[in-house]
Antibody, heavy 121, light 110 residues
Framework: EVHLLESGGGLVQPGGSLRLSCAAS????????MSWVRQAPGKGLEWVSTIISTGGGTYYADSVKGRFTISRDNSNNALYLQMNSLRAEDTALYYCAKGPATVTTTCFDYWGQGILVTVSS | QSALTQPPSASGSPGQSVTISCTGT?????????VSWYQQHPGKAPKLMIYDVSKRPSGVPDRFSGSKSGNTASLTVSGLQAEDEADYYC??????????FGGGTKLTVL
């Protein structure tokens, strides 16, 4: 059974940094692209970033480009999101999500339960 | 990376059918046959219901179906059941590993 467990969220001041982690199990992690998707309180879903299976390609939404960095450790089945220069509008529930293929992510077939990030002074 | 357009709400009585639309552009829905639909119950993570316009993952009831015409995709839920009441989001591949979501539709079972 696929299981994705996010951690590392919390309260951070504007301009601060936070690193999210996602522990994956139940599938061959190194064979699939992985993504982060967020949901602001009471709002819809927003794709944030995707990394291909090897880690050799990364993609970002315009809203986070230059501030967030996605990475992965295939030896430890872990996905990360380094978030810098955080803004109030980054406040959201962040989901770790699995893609259906190695390189191209056309949908998200499994999701974690999400981790809350609150940016406030 | 503009969001896809969905109606904010939809409703139907048990046993009826309801269709939710999702309108994009020629840069996403109109070009790629990679439209997906997600169901989200309150306080829960989204669940993939439809992918590649009309395919159902294992375990999703065949009451859920998807289609696409031009820049607009649709999700139809037939034989509505109480447990179908949830928020539904569409998404489309938009090239270069970018994905765009719709704003979501709250489905109410009357």
């Amino acid at each position: 059974e696929v299981h994705l467990l996010e951690s590392g969220g919390g309260l951070v001041q504007p301009g601060g940094s936070l690193r999210l982690s996602c522990a994956a199990s139940g599938f061959t992690f190194a064979s699939y692209a992985m993504s982060w998707v967020r949901q602001a309180p009471g709002k819809g879903l927003e794709w944030v970033s995707t990394i291909i299976s090897t880690g050799g390609g990364t993609y970002y939404a315009d809203s986070v480009k230059g501030r967030f960095t996605i990475s992965r450790d295939n030896s430890n089945n872990a996905l990360y999101l380094q978030m810098n220069s955080l803004r109030a509008e980054d406040t959201a529930l962040y989901y770790c999500a699995k893609g259906p293929a190695t390189v191209t992510t056309t949908c998200f077939d499994y999701w974690g339960q999400g981790i809350l990030v609150t940016v406030s002074s | 990376q503009s969001a896809l357009t969905q109606p904010p709400s939809a409703s139907g009585s048990p046993g009826q059918s309801v269709t939710i639309s999702c309108t994009g552009t020629s840069s996403d829905v109109g070009t790629y046959d990679h439209v997906s639909w997600y169901q989200q119950h309150p306080g829960k993570a989204p669940k993939l219901m439809i992918y590649d316009v009309s395919k159902r993952p294992s375990g999703v009831p065949d009451r859920f179906s998807g289609s696409k015409s031009g820049n607009t995709a649709s999700l139809t839920v037939s034989g509505l059941q109480a447990e179908d009441e949830a928020d539904y989001y569409c998404s489309s591949y938009a090239g270069h590993n970018n994905v765009v979501f719709g704003g979501g539709t709250k489905l109410t079972v009357l």
